[in-house]
Nanobody, 127 residues
Framework: QVQVMESGGGSVQAGGSLNLSCAASGYSERPNYIGWFRQMPGKEREGVAYISTGLGDTYYDDSVNGRFTISQPNAKNAVYLQMNSLKPEDTAMYYC????????????????????WGQGTQVTVSS
């Protein structure tokens, strides 16, 4: 059974950093891409950063580009999200998700393209 699990959320002051981890298990082959989404209070969930597990290509939403870095360690079914220069508006529940579409362009991926989701981890940034 496919499972996705996040860890590493917490509370930090503005300007601080956090590192989120995600592990996807239960795949017969690795997922083709893994992404981070976030849902702020009262808003819809939005894509933050994606990575192609094969080539390591990355995509970032404009709101986090230059501050967040998505990467994958040696384990192809795991990714990190290093979040620097955090702002109060980054406060949200962060979700990791994985997908297996064979043909895709990272920047055009949508929620429906991610078929396995974690439960989320809360990130709170205080001013």
């Amino acid at each position: 059974q496919v499972q996705v699990m996040e860890s590493g959320g917490g509370s930090v002051q503005a300007g601080g950093s956090l590192n989120l981890s995600c592990a996807a298990s239960g795949y017969s082959e690795r997922p083709n891409y893994i992404g981070w989404f976030r849902q702020m209070p009262g808003k819809e969930r939005e894509g933050v950063a994606y990575i192609s597990t094969g080539l390591g290509d990355t995509y970032y939403d404009d709101s986090v580009n230059g501050r967040f870095t998505i990467s994958q360690p040696n384990a192809k079914n795991a990714v990190y999200l290093q979040m620097n220069s955090l702002k109060p508006e980054d406060t949200a529940m962060y979700y990791c998700a994985a997908g297996t579409n064979s043909f895709f362009t990272l920047r055009f991926l949508r929620e429906r393209d991610f078929t396995a989701w974690g439960q989320g981890t809360q990130v709170t940034v205080s001013s």
